[in-house]
T-cell receptor
Framework: GIQVEQSPPDLILQEGANSTLRCNFS?????LQWFHQNPWGQLINLFY???GTKQNGRLSATTVATERYSLLYISSSQTTDSGVYFC??????????FGPGTRLSVLP | DTGVSQNPRHKITKRGQNVTFRCDPI?????LYWYRQTLGQGPEFLTY????????KSRLLSDRFSAERPKGSFSTLEIQRTEQGDSAMYLC???????????????FGPGTRLTVT
């Protein structure tokens, strides 16, 4: 199956700062999602983005499928953005594979 | 629609006991997945169903684990003779698959946290 890498593994920001999280895949994917896992363990869907760019409020994501990576942008970060961010992808019928996550801490 | 639900939310059991978890997917979704997540790791795929058919099982799913989706709606995951290494968060997800959309976007339930003492 595919391998998924995420960087950075940990990120500490001051409230109001911007950040970029990256996800690299070892092979092409036809199904790619970004999630935020809150402190209670709930995985919250952020983006379903096999290719292209999407924006939702302060968050946006870009996937460059031909180069097998995706980026998640967080602007004007808030303390409620803290948690773990996962990307996950599926390679044409294979299992959905998660990356190890980026742990984000936003300080007031 | 209320989303994916899982019960129980927490389960504490003694080693050697059997446990069963339930997942109710989003009603119109035809695909249902089970994942396991241990502390500090991303979720790992266990198995999935397309309607009532179990189409794939991970090597993580030992013979002590069994999953069913008898009528293509809710699913159960049973662990027999639990071991301390089974302690984890068990997550369920569902999606709507189609020829056009492919596997579709997955939506996750709140998980069942299992502690084996």
């Amino acid at each position: 199956g595919i391998q998924v890498e995420q960087s950075p593994p940990d990120l500490i920001l001051q409230e109001g700062a911007n950040s970029t999280l990256r996800c690299n895949f070892s092979d092409s994917v036809n199904n790619l999602q970004w999630f935020h896992q809150n402190p209670w363990g709930q995985l919250i869907n952020l983006f379903y983005i096999p290719s292209g760019t999407k924006q939702n409020g302060r968050l946006s994501a870009t996937t460059v499928a031909t180069e097998r990576y995706s980026l998640l942008y967080i602007s004007s970060s808030q303390t409620t953005d803290s948690g773990v961010y996962f990307c996950a992808g599926e390679n044409y019928g294979q299992n959905f594979v998660f990356g190890p996550g980026t742990r984000l801490s936003v300080l007031p | 629609d209320t989303g994916v639900s899982q019960n129980p939310r927490h389960k504490i059991t003694k080693r050697g006991q059997n446990v069963t978890f339930r997942c109710d997917p989003i009603s119109e979704h035809n695909r249902l997945y089970w994942y396991r997540q241990t502390l500090g790791q991303g979720p790992e795929f266990l198995t999935y169903f397309q309607n009532e058919a179990q189409l794939e099982k991970s090597r993580l799913l030992s013979d002590r684990f069994s999953a069913e989706r008898p009528k293509g709606s809710f699913s159960t995951l049973e662990i027999q003779r639990t071991e301390q290494g089974d302690s984890a968060m068990y997550l369920c997800a569902s999606s709507l698959t189609s020829v056009l959309a492919g596997a579709g976007e997955q939506y996750f339930g709140p998980g069942t946290r299992l502690t084996v003492t």
